[in-house]
């Protein structure tokens, strides 16, 4: 990943707005859109959207496209353009954070065992690995 990526991105989004539906939101600039059941809702799945839209480009070296300026967007009635900002430390060390999946080998009667005690056999690798790399 690169240097000196901004901390936040701030992306107009046109939220639209029709009788019997979810609110749908779309960023003219990077023509990606999603949609909400309310305002709040449909704000919080603009700001998860934008996170991962610029993570994707950011990862995969892409150009970052310029955000236009909100007075450049011209909404019918039904739409209202409003300033989306996604803050990107978290969204990338969530990215870092993803679970990946391991096939392990265990004698039968070690499995068994196990399985009778209710054992989470990740969060015990997670815990096994953790002291072993002294990371806990």
């Known amino acids: 990943m690169k240097k000196n990526l901004p901390d936040r991105y ?3 989004a046109v939220f639209i ?3 019997g539906q979810e609110i749908a939101v779309d960023f003219p600039d990077l023509g990606v859109a999603t949609s909400g059941t309310s305002e709040d809702d449909a704000l919080l799945s603009a700001r ?3 996170g991962c839209v610029m993570c994707g480009l950011e990862e995969d070296g892409e150009p970052i496209p310029a955000p236009s300026a909100l007075s450049a967007i011209q909404p019918k009635e039904n739409e209202r353009v409003v300033l989306v900002d996604a803050y990107m430390p978290s969204v990338r060390l969530a990215s ?3 679970s990946v999946n391991r096939t392990v080998t ?3 009667w070690l499995n068994a065992a196990a399985l009778e005690r209710n054992v989470n056999f990740s969060q015990v690798l997670q815990d096994a690995l953790k002291h072993q790399l002294h990371l806990a």
Do not use: M
Request: glycine share 0%; hydrophobic share 40%.
């Open 10 to 12: 701030f992306y107009p």
């Open 106 to 108: 265990l004698p039968a």
């Open 48 to 50: 998860e959207l934008l």
């Open 17 to 19: 707005y029709e009788d």
């Open 96 to 98: 870092v954070n993803r």
